[in-house]
């Protein structure tokens, strides 16, 4: 998926330990966006962001925690990972009125 | 409580075989947009439907917009293990912009050959 990065790409956490997944693009989209997929799930919307400075909530926020201080960065914190936290979660962005949705590949964490 | 509902969540065909997969909102739709995913893989854009009415093909995946019923449906014919996959729609919400995205929670699609 080009201009969307991920990093990691997979990473194991023990109960407790904080992380932040990294999510950079290259588009100067203003929309991003932070979901996470459980097994044979569809994508629920943690965070998201219409531009630097501002955030809002999704339907899962709880556990996390993001910030946006450029066009590029909307990195994701996990400050006491748990083992409900175990996903897959991935980055998007569209442009302001844009159609197109630009996902990044994909960060597997497991909580153990 | 989830903005977009798909119906069935999981489904199981022979392969050659035709089905529908359903995507309802609860809300106004401005648009929406099917995806295809192998669990663990990237998403595969299919396609968007911006107005009512408008359908999309693309191979055999046909995709259509019910504004009036805030629902949209996708299509297969004739079946193929190479469709077998997660099925998601997802719309923008909130006056046209595309600001927050919300997608439903998935169709599993399982082809037997």
């Known amino acids: 998926n080009a201009g969307v990065t991920q990093t990691p790409k997979f990473r194991i956490l023990k109960i407790g330990q904080s992380m932040t997944l990294q999510c950079t693009q290259d588009?100067?989209?203003?929309?991003m966006y932070w979901y996470r997929q459980d097994p044979g799930m569809g994508l629920k919307l943690i965070y998201y962001?219409?531009?630097?400075?501002?955030?809002d909530k999704g339907e899962v926020p709880n556990g996390y925690n993001v910030s946006r201080s450029t066009t590029e960065d909307f990195p994701l914190r996990l400050e006491l990972a748990a083992p409900s936290q175990t996903s897959v979660y991935f980055c998007a962005t569209i442009r302001a009125s844009g159609n197109t949705i630009y996902f990044g590949e994909g960060s597997w964490l497991t909580v153990v | 409580s989830q903005e977009l509902e798909q119906s069935p969540q999981s489904l199981i065909v022979q392969e050659g075989k035709n089905l529908t997969i359903n995507c309802t909102s609860s809300?106004?739709?401005?648009?929406l947009y099917w995806y295809k995913q192998k669990y663990g893989e990237g998403l595969i854009f299919l396609m968007m439907?911006?107005?009512?009415?408008e359908e999309k093909s693309h191979e055999k995946i046909t995709a259509k917009l019910d504004e009036k019923k805030q629902q949209s449906s996708l299509h297969i014919t004739a079946s193929q293990p190479s469709h077998a996959g997660i099925y998601l729609c997802g719309a923008p919400r909130g006056g046209g912009s595309n600001y927050k995205l919300t997608f439903g929670k998935g169709t599993l699609l399982t082809v037997n050959p």
């Open positions: 439907l911006q107005k009512g009415g």
């Open positions: 962001s219409v531009g630097a400075g501002i955030t």
């Open positions: 809300k106004t739709l401005y648009g």
């Open positions: 588009m100067n989209h203003n929309y």
